[in-house]
């Protein structure tokens, strides 16, 4: 090789060289430019948790232990958990990881009778009313505020087995019933739980069925049980959600009875938007596997549609009632922990903005901000969630 080729080659190495070095210290189209003040405590809740602005401040979901069929395991915790089952442990250490309050999502149909008067019933020795009551009480010495719920209520969505749509409805109160004379306003202040009707009605549960739900379930928690859920004006305070999965669009249905009011209402929606970079690679989700990849850079124009949910929200609640945002979260098994961490801290900044609680999905599953294998929480969620400064 002659001299002139040889100063040819170590004049290329230099060029290619250089440009190693200027694309390791530059942004790409790939990087994620979501403005750093996403990552900070922006709007100054570290101090309280959100619960100066709001009734509910930050939370986390207790998804998956209380949620999966009672037929795959005997009392259907641990069922979706790979065997983990709640433990003491848990509650104080999202009190100190500084969450405000916990959502518990729980499949009661299972542990009730399929005919009337549909009581609550244990099984196999095992009560779900008492593991819940443990589990609030739990959170209640943590100071730690409890929202319970109706979660997979699928027998009424889908009309699985022999009731009809109007016999599950009957059921539904027949729950709301039982709940309302076990947690009395006297033992459980309002303000440390919130009753959530249903989670996300949808399917044989549509518009019109649900606002004529929404009446019936008030009046049954207000007035039939007035002795153990009002307390002169002081009234349970009540979640509704929205029909068709409880996403934004459903709040321009709802038809609430002039009972309901922001002093004992809290509005409710999910947001899982963009549902292909959220649910990328989700088993449960058809056609998932193909948006494996997805991402989610922080662009101004991938923040503008979610925005613009938030613009719709605000929109509708003319009447004042304090949103919140119950569940929202990102599959973890295939999405960048990057973009992972970018969209969680910026549906929670831009909610607390606007002084909306929320509650991410979730603690220790598939999109869970703690590991339980490591016993540790994850690190690019935890920042996101709660910031740092």
Known sequence: MNL?????????????LFISACS???????????PEEYYTDM?????????????????INLGNYLEAPRDSSDDGEGAWTGGRKLEREDITRIAEAGFAHIRIPCRWTDYMSSTAPYEIIEVNGYSRLDRVKEIIGWAHEENLKVVINTHHYNEMFYLEGDLSLDEHKERLNALWNRLSKEFKLADYPSENLIFELLNEPHENIGYDDWNEMIANLTKIIWQDNAAYQTNGDVKRIIMIGTANWGGVPGLYKLNLPDTINPKNTIITVHYYEPFHFTHQGAEWSEGASDWIGTRWLGSESERKPLIDLFADIEKWNTKGFEIYVGEFGVYSKYADKTDQKAWTAFICRESERRNYSWAYWEYASGFGAYDPLNGTWRSWLKDALIPKD
Do not use: A, Y
């Open 43 to 59: 709007f100054d809740w570290n101090s309280h948790k959100g619960l100066s602005d709001t009734k509910l401040g930050r939370g």
């Open 24 to 34: 390791g210290s530059s942004k790409t189209d790939t990087d994620n430019v979501l």
């Open 4 to 16: 002139k080729c040889k100063i040819l080659i170590f004049g290329l190495f230099l060029t290619l």
